[in-house]
């Protein structure tokens, strides 16, 4: 039997939802890449620090290019199967993920500093929780146009709502990681100089921020799902 509700809203408006998947693609890739970046930059390879910035910078351009695309084709008047400022919050949050990545691989470019083993561990150990991060948020996105082909069904519903609990959770051990990252850091300031202690700060801070967007991002996405 057909869904009166589906009609009607392949009538009325394009589904959002798969250009939304597309585009958390595209911000996944940048945030892969960023990984790699960062694991050369612990490595001391500054070559392929600057070799992957470069296409860190052109793969966020390409999810800004579907982010624009986005924003152009979606219906200010006509009706949705959810709000369009729902849509676009979600959307600039999911983007400052790739904003942030960038600003990570940008900031590995800038100045190497010299790193004790203990310092090396707790920064790539920070980076496989962001990762992870945005792993489980991509997963929840990827899981939205399902979402619109079972009306919006309790049993989806429940499945994104799951998943966006782990990403919480998962935000979770980054902020106690970037804490344990802080103070090692702190502590060995001796063997870092001063100046690269600042650096390595606010670059574990910049890390934490790619986690940080995919969580509000998800947290718009539980709101979108929770209207229904």
Do not use: C
């Not at 693609?25 to 890449?33: D, M, S």
């Amino acid at each position: 039997m057909t869904d009166p509700l589906r009609s009607i809203l392949d009538l009325f408006a394009k589904s959002p939802f798969k250009p939304l998947t597309e585009h958390s693609q595209k911000v996944k890739l940048t945030v892969l890449k960023m990984d790699e970046a960062v694991k050369a930059y612990v490595a001391g390879d500054m070559a392929k620090v600057n070799e992957l910035y470069e296409q860190i910078n052109e793969l966020e351009h390409e999810a800004d290019r579907v982010k624009n695309e986005i924003r152009v084709e979606l219906p200010s008047t006509l009706l949705m199967p959810v709000d369009r400022t729902d849509i676009l919050t979600f959307l600039k949050q999911q983007d400052d993920v790739a904003n942030s990545a960038e600003m990570v691989a940008q900031m590995l470019t800038l100045r190497p500093v010299t790193m004790n083993q203990q310092v090396k561990d707790v920064i790539l150990k920070l980076e496989r929780s962001v990762l992870t991060t945005v792993d489980e948020h991509v997963e929840a996105v990827g899981k939205i146009a399902d979402l619109l082909d079972s009306s919006f069904s309790s049993k989806r519903v429940k499945e994104i709502q799951e998943i966006i609990g782990k990403v919480d959770s998962q935000k979770h051990q980054v902020d106690v990681i970037r804490r344990d990252a802080m103070k090692i850091i702190y502590d060995n300031e001796k063997d870092i100089t001063p100046v690269g202690v600042y650096f390595l700060i606010e670059l574990v801070k910049e890390m934490s921020w790619v986690a940080g967007h995919a969580e509000n991002s998800s947290d718009r996405l539980r709101l979108i799902t929770a209207k229904r």
